[in-house]
């Protein structure tokens, strides 16, 4: 059998990248297209490992989980067949989009649309673990609005955090009855920039923490949280870039919970637009939220009506993990 790499974060050696069993990693089914990329290669006779088990100096190519340190890319590395897996935005990790660091590459995949060309760069969709019934679509609806996403800030021309907090602080502000906020770091201060190292200090960022009375602390599990309120506030970390399209979106049509969408310029591309609310078509926050609070059960009911359509129906397979999968086995070991 032939041997791979998959070259990922410390946090997810050992094979843990892979490891749909592990709670605490693979949180929301999170690790579901890893772990059938390993499973299809095993098909091919081909055994991917992370990079403590399968060496990248012993191995016969080398899958890289996001641009790596040049520290780790050594001159034995650089003589490998390389492919790279591009998932994070340039306002996370600005290197992924540097075409100078692409020329190790064999192939590249990637969501964005702008350097697609299928030769070198191969265009994959987010995955995820398509459900085969939405068991969420039973639960009682129990408030209005949620939303579900950690404490992040990033000064770049293109991000959403900003966004994100302009909404909170609105439902805050206005509404706090019908708006509950979850997720990691709220009830501490984020320090950026040089200062970013004291994020370290706990008690530190705690005292100075900004107390938000929606807050209810994080999830352990998104699907049963969303599935009790009618909408979420779905932005994406970043704003106007094609094809950008992650799991936040898909994991509020699994809980049938209705976004409220802000993210690629190109959504309905590839989402039919009657599945969402578009963020874009509302002036401000008091619009939109009279449009929630003020919507039927018959219109409501047609979302969510939409939301089952389309979950159960073939245009959903290229967000599937399955189609990540099968997409770059065929491009690393048929072509």
Same mark, same amino acid.
């Given at each position: ?66 641009? !790596? ?6 001159? /034995? ?65 129990? $408030?209005?609005?949620?939303? /579900? ?44 920039? /040089? ?32 599935? $009790? ?54 002036? +401000? ?32 397979? !290229? ?7 099968? +997409? ?8």
């Amino acid at each position: 059998m032939r041997r791979a790499t998959f070259f990922t974060g410390e946090y997810y050696l050992n094979n843990r990248q892979f490891d749909i069993k592990d709670t605490i990693v693979n949180r929301d089914n999170c690790l579901y297209g890893s772990y059938l990329l390993k499973k299809r290669f095993e098909e091919k006779g081909i055994d991917l490992n992370t990079q403590d088990i399968s060496l990248p100096s012993e191995s016969d190519f080398i899958l890289y989980n996001e641009m !790596p340190r040049f520290t780790d890319f050594t001159d /034995i590395v650089k003589e490998k067949e390389n492919y790279l897996l591009l998932f994070e935005s340039e306002i996370i990790r600005p290197d992924n989009w540097d075409r100078k660091n692409h020329k190790y590459f064999k192939k590249i995949f990637t969501w964005n649309n702008d350097f697609v060309d299928n030769k070198k760069y191969i265009k994959y969709y987010w995955p995820n673990k398509i459900p085969e019934k939405l068991d969420s679509f039973t639960v009682q609806k129990e $408030k209005l609005c949620t939303m /579900i996403v950690a404490n992040k800030f990033q000064k770049h021309p293109l991000e959403l955090y900003s966004e994100r907090k302009k909404a909170i602080l609105w439902f805050e502000k206005y509404h706090p009855g019908d708006f509950d906020l979850y997720g990691y770091g709220w009830d501490r201060y984020n320090f950026t920039g /040089i200062l970013r190292r004291l994020n370290r200090v706990r008690l530190l960022t705690a005292l100075l923490s900004q107390e938000y009375l929606v807050y209810k602390g994080p999830v352990e599990s998104k699907e049963k949280v969303l599935s $009790k309120y009618k909408f979420a506030i779905c932005y994406e970390n970043a704003k106007d870039i094609p094809g950008y399209i992650t799991e936040k979106i898909f994991d509020c049509f699994f809980a049938s919970c209705v976004p409220v969408y802000l993210g690629a310029p190109n959504v309905t591309d590839y989402i039919p637009a009657e599945t969402f609310i578009d963020r874009r078509k509302f002036k +401000t926050y008091d619009e939109l939220y009279r449009y929630m609070k003020n919507m039927t059960d018959e219109e409501y009911n047609k979302y969510l009506g939409a939301i089952k359509d389309f979950v159960h129906s073939d245009k959903i397979y !290229p967000f599937s993990a399955e189609c990540f999968a099968e +997409t770059i086995c065929r491009e690393i070991v048929e072509r």
